[in-house]
Protein backbone atom coordinates (compact mmCIF):
# COMPACT_ATOMS: atom_id res chain seq x y z
CA UNK A 1 0.00 0.00 0.00
CA UNK A 2 2.59 2.59 0.74
CA UNK A 3 4.76 1.62 -2.29
CA UNK A 4 1.77 2.12 -4.78
CA UNK A 5 1.22 5.89 -3.09
CA UNK A 6 4.81 6.75 -4.60
CA UNK A 7 4.19 8.89 -7.64
CA UNK A 8 7.00 8.77 -10.18
CA UNK A 9 8.18 10.26 -13.62
CA UNK A 10 8.92 8.98 -17.19
CA UNK A 11 12.54 10.18 -16.17
CA UNK A 12 12.29 7.33 -13.55
CA UNK A 13 12.42 4.19 -16.23
CA UNK A 14 15.61 6.06 -17.63
CA UNK A 15 17.17 6.08 -13.91
CA UNK A 16 15.87 2.66 -14.06
CA UNK A 17 17.72 0.90 -17.00
CA UNK A 18 20.47 3.16 -16.24
CA UNK A 19 20.68 1.51 -12.87
CA UNK A 20 20.21 -1.89 -14.47
CA UNK A 21 22.85 -1.67 -16.91
CA UNK A 22 25.77 -1.58 -14.33
CA UNK A 23 24.78 -5.24 -12.85
CA UNK A 24 24.54 -6.94 -16.55
CA UNK A 25 27.89 -5.39 -17.97
CA UNK A 26 28.90 -7.69 -20.54
CA UNK A 27 25.35 -9.32 -20.97
CA UNK A 28 24.52 -8.60 -24.58
CA UNK A 29 21.15 -10.67 -24.27
CA UNK A 30 20.09 -8.43 -21.42
CA UNK A 31 21.77 -4.82 -22.81
CA UNK A 32 19.06 -5.29 -25.76
CA UNK A 33 16.32 -6.04 -23.30
CA UNK A 34 16.89 -2.96 -21.30
CA UNK A 35 17.39 -1.12 -24.51
CA UNK A 36 14.28 -2.25 -25.65
CA UNK A 37 12.33 -1.45 -22.40
CA UNK A 38 13.58 2.11 -22.49
CA UNK A 39 12.96 2.64 -26.24
CA UNK A 40 8.73 1.18 -25.93
CA UNK A 41 7.99 0.39 -22.31
CA UNK A 42 4.49 2.94 -23.24
CA UNK A 43 4.07 0.62 -26.38
CA UNK A 44 2.90 -1.79 -24.36
CA UNK A 45 0.72 -2.86 -21.33
CA UNK A 46 2.17 -3.83 -18.27
CA UNK A 47 0.86 -7.64 -18.41
CA UNK A 48 2.86 -7.76 -21.81
CA UNK A 49 6.16 -7.08 -19.99
CA UNK A 50 5.44 -9.80 -17.16
CA UNK A 51 5.24 -12.34 -19.56
CA UNK A 52 6.81 -11.46 -22.90
CA UNK A 53 10.05 -9.75 -20.92
CA UNK A 54 10.40 -12.14 -17.74
CA UNK A 55 13.33 -10.49 -16.62
CA UNK A 56 11.50 -7.53 -15.17
CA UNK A 57 8.97 -9.88 -13.67
CA UNK A 58 11.69 -12.01 -12.16
CA UNK A 59 13.67 -9.25 -10.83
CA UNK A 60 10.39 -7.53 -9.67
CA UNK A 61 9.27 -10.16 -7.55
CA UNK A 62 12.66 -11.01 -6.01
CA UNK A 63 13.11 -7.59 -4.85
CA UNK A 64 9.69 -7.36 -3.18
CA UNK A 65 9.95 -10.95 -1.39
CA UNK A 66 13.46 -9.72 0.23
CA UNK A 67 12.97 -6.32 0.53
CA UNK A 68 15.96 -5.17 -2.07
CA UNK A 69 15.11 -1.05 -0.91
CA UNK A 70 17.34 0.20 -4.05
CA UNK A 71 15.60 -1.99 -6.82
CA UNK A 72 12.03 -1.51 -5.35
CA UNK A 73 12.62 2.06 -5.43
CA UNK A 74 14.47 2.21 -8.98
CA UNK A 75 11.68 0.72 -10.33
CA UNK A 76 8.43 1.58 -8.40
CA UNK A 77 7.25 2.89 -11.94
CA UNK A 78 6.93 -0.51 -12.89
CA UNK A 79 5.11 -1.32 -9.45
CA UNK A 80 2.10 1.12 -9.82
CA UNK A 81 1.79 0.54 -14.08
CA UNK A 82 1.26 -3.28 -13.27
CA UNK A 83 -1.22 -2.52 -9.85
CA UNK A 84 -3.12 -0.03 -11.77
CA UNK A 85 -3.64 -2.04 -15.11
CA UNK A 86 -4.45 -5.39 -12.76
CA UNK A 87 -7.09 -3.24 -10.76
CA UNK A 88 -8.50 -1.42 -13.95
CA UNK A 89 -8.88 -4.41 -15.52
CA UNK A 90 -10.54 -6.17 -13.07
CA UNK A 91 -12.75 -3.28 -11.95
CA UNK A 92 -14.44 -3.46 -15.41
CA UNK A 93 -15.53 -7.27 -15.26
CA UNK A 94 -18.62 -8.18 -13.73
CA UNK A 95 -17.94 -10.39 -10.72
CA UNK A 96 -20.37 -13.16 -9.66
CA UNK A 97 -20.69 -15.08 -6.76
CA UNK A 98 -18.49 -18.51 -7.64
CA UNK A 99 -15.56 -19.64 -5.87
CA UNK A 100 -11.95 -19.41 -8.45
CA UNK A 101 -9.44 -22.24 -7.05
CA UNK A 102 -5.82 -21.65 -8.46
CA UNK A 103 -2.43 -23.10 -7.30
CA UNK A 104 0.84 -21.44 -7.12
CA UNK A 105 3.87 -23.84 -6.39
CA UNK A 106 6.94 -22.62 -4.28
CA UNK A 107 10.46 -24.02 -2.56
CA UNK A 108 10.29 -22.23 1.69
CA UNK A 109 13.33 -22.78 3.82
CA UNK A 110 12.26 -25.43 6.56
CA UNK A 111 12.46 -22.51 9.44
CA UNK A 112 9.61 -20.22 7.53
CA UNK A 113 7.80 -24.07 7.02
CA UNK A 114 7.67 -24.52 10.81
CA UNK A 115 6.27 -20.70 11.21
CA UNK A 116 3.85 -21.22 8.51
CA UNK A 117 2.29 -23.86 10.58
CA UNK A 118 2.17 -22.55 13.69
CA UNK A 119 0.05 -19.82 11.98
CA UNK A 120 -2.27 -21.76 10.94
CA UNK A 121 -5.80 -20.44 10.68
CA UNK A 122 -4.37 -16.90 11.10
CA UNK A 123 -3.32 -14.36 8.34
CA UNK A 124 -0.40 -15.07 5.29
CA UNK A 125 0.46 -11.99 3.39
CA UNK A 126 1.97 -12.39 -0.10
CA UNK A 127 4.19 -9.33 -1.08
CA UNK A 128 4.85 -9.57 -4.52
CA UNK A 129 2.82 -10.06 -7.62
CA UNK A 130 1.78 -13.83 -7.49
CA UNK A 131 1.10 -16.03 -10.72
CA UNK A 132 -1.30 -18.54 -10.11
CA UNK A 133 -2.23 -21.63 -12.09
CA UNK A 134 -5.60 -22.67 -13.10
CA UNK A 135 -4.55 -26.38 -13.17
CA UNK A 136 -2.53 -27.90 -10.61
CA UNK A 137 -0.30 -30.06 -12.46
CA UNK A 138 2.57 -27.13 -13.06
CA UNK A 139 2.74 -25.70 -10.04
CA UNK A 140 3.05 -29.00 -8.28
CA UNK A 141 5.51 -30.02 -10.48
CA UNK A 142 7.23 -26.68 -9.83
CA UNK A 143 7.14 -26.99 -5.80
CA UNK A 144 8.41 -30.81 -6.95
CA UNK A 145 11.78 -29.60 -8.50
CA UNK A 146 12.70 -26.93 -5.82
CA UNK A 147 13.55 -29.73 -3.36
CA UNK A 148 15.46 -31.49 -5.82
CA UNK A 149 18.94 -31.26 -4.81
CA UNK A 150 18.48 -28.70 -2.14
CA UNK A 151 16.75 -28.59 1.64
CA UNK A 152 13.80 -26.59 1.00
CA UNK A 153 10.28 -27.58 1.67
CA UNK A 154 7.52 -28.00 -1.41
CA UNK A 155 4.92 -26.12 -1.27
CA UNK A 156 1.63 -26.21 -3.41
CA UNK A 157 -0.56 -23.63 -2.04
CA UNK A 158 -4.04 -24.29 -2.80
CA UNK A 159 -5.62 -20.76 -3.10
CA UNK A 160 -9.37 -20.44 -2.95
CA UNK A 161 -11.24 -16.63 -4.44
CA UNK A 162 -14.15 -15.71 -3.70
CA UNK A 163 -14.90 -13.30 -6.71
CA UNK A 164 -17.59 -10.61 -5.85
CA UNK A 165 -16.01 -10.39 -2.40
CA UNK A 166 -12.11 -10.49 -2.71
CA UNK A 167 -9.42 -7.82 -1.21
CA UNK A 168 -6.87 -8.19 -3.91
CA UNK A 169 -7.91 -7.22 -7.42
CA UNK A 170 -6.58 -10.06 -10.03
CA UNK A 171 -6.24 -10.40 -13.88
CA UNK A 172 -6.73 -13.91 -15.88
CA UNK A 173 -3.37 -14.20 -18.31
CA UNK A 174 -5.27 -16.17 -20.79
CA UNK A 175 -8.77 -16.34 -21.38
CA UNK A 176 -9.57 -20.27 -20.54
CA UNK A 177 -12.11 -20.94 -17.81
CA UNK A 178 -9.65 -24.30 -16.82
CA UNK A 179 -6.57 -23.49 -17.49
CA UNK A 180 -4.07 -20.09 -18.05
CA UNK A 181 -3.07 -18.10 -15.62
CA UNK A 182 -4.31 -16.00 -12.87
CA UNK A 183 -1.96 -12.94 -12.03
CA UNK A 184 -3.14 -11.57 -8.30
CA UNK A 185 -1.74 -8.17 -7.29
CA UNK A 186 1.09 -7.30 -4.87
CA UNK A 187 0.36 -7.97 -1.45
CA UNK A 188 -2.39 -10.61 -1.57
CA UNK A 189 -3.55 -11.83 1.87
CA UNK A 190 -4.78 -15.44 2.91
CA UNK A 191 -6.49 -17.19 5.79
CA UNK A 192 -4.71 -20.51 6.40
CA UNK A 193 -6.42 -23.26 6.04
CA UNK A 194 -5.61 -27.16 6.31
CA UNK A 195 -1.72 -28.06 6.41
CA UNK A 196 -0.80 -31.83 4.74
CA UNK A 197 1.26 -33.95 3.13
CA UNK A 198 1.51 -34.95 -0.20
CA UNK A 199 1.56 -38.41 -0.02
CA UNK A 200 3.83 -40.98 1.97
CA UNK A 201 7.37 -40.97 0.67
CA UNK A 202 8.37 -37.76 0.87
CA UNK A 203 8.24 -35.43 3.96
CA UNK A 204 9.32 -32.31 2.47
CA UNK A 205 6.05 -31.98 -0.12
CA UNK A 206 3.19 -30.60 1.38
CA UNK A 207 -0.14 -29.03 0.32
CA UNK A 208 -1.41 -25.56 2.24
CA UNK A 209 -4.91 -24.38 2.07
CA UNK A 210 -5.83 -20.72 1.75
CA UNK A 211 -8.48 -18.46 1.47
CA UNK A 212 -8.39 -14.63 -0.14
CA UNK A 213 -9.40 -12.33 2.49
CA UNK A 214 -12.63 -10.42 1.43
CA UNK A 215 -13.40 -6.81 1.71
CA UNK A 216 -15.03 -7.64 5.14
CA UNK A 217 -12.78 -9.67 6.62
CA UNK A 218 -12.39 -8.57 10.57
CA UNK A 219 -8.89 -10.25 10.76
CA UNK A 220 -7.92 -8.02 7.38
CA UNK A 221 -9.32 -4.53 9.34
CA UNK A 222 -7.20 -5.32 12.26
CA UNK A 223 -4.04 -5.79 10.05
CA UNK A 224 -4.68 -2.82 8.64
CA UNK A 225 -5.41 -0.40 11.53
CA UNK A 226 -2.26 -1.68 12.96
CA UNK A 227 -0.41 -1.16 10.33
CA UNK A 228 -1.91 2.28 9.99
CA UNK A 229 -0.87 2.95 13.98
CA UNK A 230 2.44 2.19 13.13
CA UNK A 231 2.73 5.49 10.70
CA UNK A 232 1.73 8.91 11.30
CA UNK A 233 -1.45 9.28 8.43
CA UNK A 234 0.09 12.56 7.10
CA UNK A 235 2.87 11.14 5.64
CA UNK A 236 3.22 9.09 1.72
CA UNK A 237 5.77 7.31 0.14
CA UNK A 238 8.92 6.91 0.94
CA UNK A 239 8.48 9.32 4.10
CA UNK A 240 6.10 6.70 5.37
CA UNK A 241 8.04 3.78 4.26
CA UNK A 242 11.24 4.86 6.10
CA UNK A 243 9.06 5.51 9.37
CA UNK A 244 7.66 2.36 9.54
CA UNK A 245 10.69 0.63 8.70
CA UNK A 246 12.27 2.84 11.73
CA UNK A 247 9.53 1.43 13.86
CA UNK A 248 10.58 -2.19 12.86
CA UNK A 249 14.00 -1.74 13.84
CA UNK A 250 14.82 -2.51 10.35
CA UNK A 251 17.35 0.54 10.26
CA UNK A 252 19.69 -0.10 7.54
CA UNK A 253 16.65 -0.94 5.21
CA UNK A 254 15.17 2.64 6.62
CA UNK A 255 18.67 4.28 5.79
CA UNK A 256 18.73 3.26 2.66
CA UNK A 257 15.22 4.69 1.63
CA UNK A 258 16.17 8.22 3.08
CA UNK A 259 19.44 8.32 1.17
CA UNK A 260 18.12 6.93 -2.17
CA UNK A 261 14.49 9.03 -1.82
CA UNK A 262 16.62 12.42 -0.66
CA UNK A 263 18.21 12.16 -4.28
CA UNK A 264 15.12 11.86 -5.86
CA UNK A 265 12.63 14.77 -4.70
CA UNK A 266 13.10 18.12 -4.72
CA UNK A 267 10.82 18.91 -1.86
CA UNK A 268 12.70 20.18 0.90
CA UNK A 269 10.08 19.67 3.54
CA UNK A 270 10.53 16.07 2.73
CA UNK A 271 14.05 16.52 2.68
CA UNK A 272 14.19 17.87 5.85
CA UNK A 273 12.06 14.77 6.91
CA UNK A 274 14.93 12.57 5.99
CA UNK A 275 17.56 14.03 7.69
CA UNK A 276 15.68 13.76 10.80
CA UNK A 277 15.17 10.39 10.02
CA UNK A 278 18.74 9.60 9.72
CA UNK A 279 19.04 11.07 12.93
CA UNK A 280 16.89 9.18 14.82
CA UNK A 281 18.38 6.23 13.25
CA UNK A 282 22.01 7.40 13.91
CA UNK A 283 21.13 7.52 17.61
CA UNK A 284 19.20 4.39 17.48
Not at 47 to 66: D, G, H, K, V
Not at 91 to 103: F, K, P
Request: net charge negative; with cysteine.
Amino acid sequence: EIILEIDFKDQDIKDFTTYYRKHIVGNVAEQALIDKLEREYHRYEPIWWCINEYFLYSMLNRALRTMQIETIIRINFFIRDLHKYIDQVHSGEIHNSSLLTVYHGQGILQKDFDQLKKMQDGLLSFHNFLFTSKNPDSPLNFARQTIINSDLIGILFVMTIDRSLTSTPFVNVRDDLTKGDVLLSIHSIFHIGQIQQIGTKNNRLWQVELTLANKNDLKLDVLNKRILDETISSRKGWCRLSELLIKQNQLTKAQQVCDIAMTRTDDENEKAFFYYQLDLIKFH
